[in-house]
């Protein structure tokens, strides 16, 4: 996943940086300190992800939304500011951002952002035809109560469990190719499975180099930490 920083503060910028270093398949390929800036490499590269500051030198983020999806309409965009209105949260909202991160922001925050960023990608880009199960899991619906489900959008509850199990079972690890062969399911979905467990600490992942070709992230169960 290949993400661009718009933002006006360097210092910031270098943490953004520094956060996405730690994250594996995640990578920045610019960072824009202006408003023309930002638009200018959206226009020149195809990044997955946008880290958006609200409050630009030339120009505020939330007028700068409206051209955003005119040059990227497909771009997952992540809100991080220091603002606390609730109008700049409609406007982010309206334009379909992913997330909204106020300053100053932890790690595991920052990490669990760009985890869902990553998932909704991959569930967008699948090539399967989607059922209504997915549809709602998606848009968060459940029948039972018509509230808000407690999992992410595009996790199911019951592929989840099969996921954990072959998880737990698995000595080694497994990359996201054996998931999808065990679980008869593509290669993008056993992946956003594996990604979400690592959201939720019931996983991690390495990368594991190979002979040739390039490496492959090699998904494991998480040990529960022990009370001593």
Do not use: W
Request: proline share 3%; no cysteine; hydrophobic share 40%.
């Amino acid at each position: 996943m290949k993400v661009l920083i718009a933002e006006d503060d360097f210092r910031v910028a270098g943490i953004h940086q520094e956060f996405i270093r730690q994250i594996a398949g995640v990578e920045v390929i610019e960072k824009a300190t202006t408003a023309a800036e930002t638009i200018s490499f959206l226009k020149e590269k195809t990044p997955d992800i946008l880290l958006l500051d609200i409050y630009m030198p030339d120009q505020q983020g939330t007028e700068l939304l409206a051209v955003i999806r005119k040059v990227q309409p497909n771009i997952t965009i992540i809100v991080i500011t220091a603002t606390t209105e609730r109008a700049v949260f409609r406007k982010a909202y309206q334009y379909g951002v992913t997330d909204f991160l106020i300053k100053p922001i932890t790690f595991e925050r920052f990490e669990h952002a760009i985890s869902k960023a990553r998932s909704r990608h991959m569930f967008l880009q699948a090539e399967e035809q989607i059922s209504q199960e997915d549809a709602d899991r998606f848009f968060a619906y459940t029948e039972a109560d018509g509230r808000e489900s407690s999992l992410p959008k595009g996790i199911d509850p019951i592929t989840l469990d099969k996921v954990k199990a072959l998880l737990k079972n698995i000595d080694g690890g497994i990359t996201a190719d054996a998931m999808s062969e065990s679980l008869g399911a593509s290669r993008t979905t056993s992946r956003r499975y594996l990604e979400y467990l690592i959201t939720i600490k019931e996983a991690r992942a390495e990368l594991e180099y190979g002979l040739v070709g390039r490496p492959e992230r090699l998904y494991h169960k998480r040990a529960r930490k022990t009370m001593h």
